[in-house]
C-alpha cells in the first residue's frame, strides 16, 4: 500500500515571516499563506472563498523566507500537512494542521528565486507557539 502526503499551493502571503531559531539554533520561520477558490453558483453568479495556511519552514528555506518574502508576495509552495496536538492551560485538547515546506518559488517582484529545503525535520517544535 502506497501513502502520499504532499501539498501544492499557488497563493498569497497574508503576513511577513515571522523568523526565529530553535533551542539548538536551527532557521525556523513561520507565515501565513492565502489560497482562493471561485467557482458559478446556480444562477451563474461568481462566488469566491478564501482558504488561509500556516506555513513552517525550515533550515535555509527559513533564511531564504526571512529575507527575501514580504506580506502579498505571490508564491507557489510544495510540503507536508503536519498536525500538532497539545493541551491548553485548561486542559482541553488542541490541534492544529500547519504546512511543512520542502520548496517555495517567488513569482513576482525583483527577487524572484526558488529554493529547496535542504532537509525537514519530523518532529521539531518551535521555541514559541505561534
Not at 17 to 30: C, F, N, Q, V
Not at 87 to 105: P, Y
Request: aromatic share 6%; hydrophobic share 35%; charged share 30%.
Amino acid at each position: 500500500m502506497f501513502n502520499v502526503n504532499r501539498v501544492t499551493l499557488l497563493g498569497n502571503v497574508t503576513r511577513d515571516p515571522d523568523a526565529m531559531a530553535t533551542k539548538a539554533g536551527r532557521p525556523l520561520s513561520i507565515l501565513g499563506l492565502a489560497t482562493n477558490r471561485s467557482w458559478k453558483d446556480a444562477s451563474g453568479e461568481r462566488k469566491s472563498e478564501p482558504e488561509f495556511h500556516k506555513l513552517v519552514c525550515w533550515g535555509p528555506l527559513a533564511s531564504f523566507t526571512a529575507d527575501r518574502v514580504k506580506k502579498g508576495s505571490p508564491v507557489y509552495v510544495e510540503g507536508r500537512l503536519h498536525t500538532g496536538h497539545w493541551e491548553n492551560k485548561e486542559g482541553e485538547e488542541q490541534s492544529r494542521t500547519e504546512i511543512i515546506v520542502d520548496r517555495l518559488v517567488l513569482l513576482s517582484g525583483k527577487k524572484t528565486g526558488d529554493i529547496d529545503a535542504a532537509e525537514a525535520p519530523e518532529d521539531e517544535a518551535p521555541d514559541e507557539e505561534k
